[in-house]
């Protein structure tokens, strides 16, 4: 596998890195660097930032110990118990909603969250989710926006039914709901319009699997549906957050058996080859995972993907934005007609975007005055 450059990573970022590893070839670098001492603040704040404690923690706990320092792991210990009385509630949460939608006949689909945690890493507790993810049919939208709001669940921008029936089919995939502390994402699609890719939900659908939560057995996405969604949900946002990263690498590594065949096949006909490929060169960099001889060739032939992975891998630790630039995103995409669709459907949906944000402040008036009347 040919190597790019390696940014110029601080002690600390080399060990959040190593944590999120499946193999070993960083360990003893680590342990030097351990022994030397670091800034424990910022690798606590940090995989705090990144979804990271639980990895951090376990590899830590299990093959490092020696080399922390004994109040440096109790605190992590202390973070690491919070995040799984936290992901407790929040599937207790999960199952309530499920039960709401089944109890209508809504069919719902849970998918990241908890249902990413058993998927990739075998463990509810070896992931930090801050919502809950489901995916419903479109047709079932409003009977589900119903049914969750006369339970108590409040829609975070109000006027947003509205706005998605007449134009939202340019931008949205999703409504979200508060309750009680804890944020819901129902989903009809998966990425948004805008971005052009011709998603097929029905095809998602069909190629649903069954995952066990606690005990409970629901369907979730595909393996190899998982992987792909993972790729383009990261590179969407340039890997700034190495949380995403390590559910990818464990993503991988959790499941040996995954059809290479069927996830190149599916990226080529979706015109995700090359965020695929960028995606997992830095899996395979900075995970230690090794899919198919196939992915090795496919990097060494495209020089935009070589261009792509070394932009991105810069971009890790620095400052979070919420997607990667247009331009950047034009580059990603390896066909023409894509690029055209997204260059029509961009300026459309930033529009729209401005549209949100101008009369949000009457929606939420609107909202309020309409939750008193409730009272």
Avoid at 50 to 66: A, C, D, F, N, S
Avoid at 176 to 183: A, L
Avoid at 238 to 259: A, E, N, T, V, Y
Wanted: aromatic fraction near 12%; include cysteine; hydrophobic fraction near 45%.
């Amino acid at each position: 596998m040919q190597q790019l450059p390696d940014p110029e990573f601080t002690a600390e970022q080399k060990v959040l890195l190593w944590a999120i590893r499946t193999d070993d070839i960083m360990d003893k670098d680590v342990a030097g660097i351990l022994t030397a001492g670091i800034d424990w603040k910022y690798v606590r704040e940090t995989a705090a930032q990144h979804g990271v404690i639980p990895v951090l923690y376990q590899r830590l706990k299990g093959e490092m110990t020696e080399f922390v320092p004994p109040d440096e792991l109790l605190t992590l210990k202390k973070l690491f118990r919070e995040n799984v009385i936290r992901n407790i509630r929040m599937t207790q949460r999960l199952f309530q909603i499920l039960d709401l939608l089944a109890g209508s006949g809504i069919a719902a689909m849970p998918f990241k969250g908890p249902a990413l945690a058993v998927q990739a890493y075998g463990d509810l507790s070896m992931r930090r989710f801050r919502d809950l993810d489901i995916l419903i049919h479109a047709e079932d939208i409003d009977q589900a926006y119903r049914i969750l709001s006369d339970h108590g669940y409040l829609l975070i921008n109000p006027g947003q039914m509205n706005i998605e029936r007449k134009f939202g089919f340019l931008n949205q995939k999703d409504l979200k709901f508060s309750y009680q502390g804890s944020i819901l994402e129902l989903h009809w699609d998966v990425i948004e319009r805008f971005l052009a890719v011709p998603l097929d939900l029905k095809e998602f659908w069909s190629r649903s699997v069954p995952v066990e939560i606690t005990g409970r057995i629901f369907s979730t996405l595909s393996p190899e549906d998982m992987v792909l969604l993972l790729c383009f949900h990261g590179h969407k946002h340039g890997w700034q957050d190495i949380g995403w990263l390590s559910d990818l690498i464990s993503m991988i590594s959790h499941h040996p058996d995954l059809k290479w065949y069927e996830i190149f096949s599916r990226a080529e006909n979706l015109g995700l080859k090359r965020i695929v490929i960028t995606s997992l060169f830095l899996a395979h960099n900075y995970g230690g995972i090794r899919c198919n001889p196939e992915f090795e060739n496919l990097f060494m032939r495209d020089t935009t993907v070589h261009k792509l992975a070394r932009d991105l891998q810069f971009d890790i630790f620095r400052a979070r934005t919420l997607a990667i630039s247009p331009f950047f995103y034009l580059k990603s995409r390896e066909r023409f007609r894509d690029q055209i669709r997204f260059l029509l459907y961009y300026p459309a949906n930033r529009g729209l975007v401005l549209l949100r944000w101008l009369i949000r402040p009457f929606t939420h008036i609107r909202g309020n005055l309409s939750e008193n009347e409730a009272r």
